[in-house]
């Protein structure tokens, strides 16, 4: 009898996001493919999770692929995970999958964390049709090529995008596509999560001003008609008005800081300044 390939979504960032089902599916797996087995190695102790593991990843997806159905095929029960989100989004697994199918062997997804929906969900750009087109080129010439090719999509599209090179991407965006409405969501679900929401330009203008950009991005580009999240306008501007109408400074903060995404300490600090 064969057994089951089991695809289980990890966290992306907090620990509290897995899960009751994911849990107990890696409790009860004969053997666990992860991408980085020191990686998934710590998500197993946090729960308490004695399981063995094995490296599955793009440069052994060929070869290990085949020595894994053969241990499905023997009834064994297999789960695959990725370092974190939900597997084969951007990640490996498709070749292990196809095998699994062909061979007639049940493959069950366990939903959970995904960066991409998650920064969908509160971009506040349209949700009802969107498109993930994974990571961009790392190479400008191909990447305004992509660019090009999706700037008439009537859809929300979605990256993944590196910090190192974000600025250059904001710029071929507003090159290509104009001065587009996009969000850039960071750190999701970590400790120093954030939402910057508005113009290609005025999100540059934004990052361009930090010292470093660092931590896992999301880069979300509205339709051509998409009104935009928020325009160029300075929160701290839009905090004046509100004292103007009689609102406290520090409700005032919070409640541009809600509608912004902006963390509520980095824009008091601004307004203070």
């Known amino acids: 009898m064969s057994g089951i390939l089991y695809l289980v979504s990890t966290p992306i960032g907090n620990l509290e996001d897995i899960t009751l089902r994911a849990i107990r599916v890696l409790r009860e797996a004969d053997l ?11 998500l197993l102790d946090h729960f308490g999770i004695a399981k063995p593991a094995v490296s599955y990843h793009e440069h052994n997806e060929a070869v290990r692929a085949t020595e894994l159905a053969e241990k499905l095929k023997s009834g064994a029960t297999i789960a695959l995970v990725s370092d974190a989100g939900t597997p084969l989004v951007s990640d490996p697994g498709y070749r292990l999958v196809r095998v699994a199918i062909e061979a007639g062997i049940p493959v069950v997804p366990i939903p959970g964390p995904s960066a991409a929906l998650g920064a969908l969900a509160a971009s506040g750009l349209a949700t009802d049709t969107f498109r993930f087109c994974g990571f961009l080129p790392p190479r400008q010439s191909q990447r305004r090529k992509l660019l090009e090719e999706l700037r008439a999509e009537s859809c ?35 400790l ?82």
């Open 32 to 42: 666990i493919a992860c991408e980085d087995t020191r990686q998934t190695r710590k």
């Open 156 to 190: 929300t599209i979605i990256f993944y995008e590196a910090p190192h090179r974000i600025l250059e991407t904001l710029a071929d965006i507003e090159q290509v596509c104009g001065d587009r409405s996009v969000v850039v969501a960071r750190e999701l679900t970590k």
């Open 192 to 273: 120093h999560e954030e939402f910057l929401r508005g113009a290609a330009s005025y999100i540059r203008q934004e990052l361009s001003a930090r010292p470093s950009i660092k931590g896992e991005i999301t880069l979300l580009i509205g339709k051509a008609e998409e009104p935009q999240v928020n325009s160029a306008v300075d929160p701290r501007d839009e905090v004046q008005a509100l004292e103007e109408q009689g609102i406290a400074r520090m409700d005032a903060v919070k409640q541009v800081a809600k509608a912004r995404g902006i963390p509520k300490r980095e824009l008091y600090r601004r307004v203070i300044e």
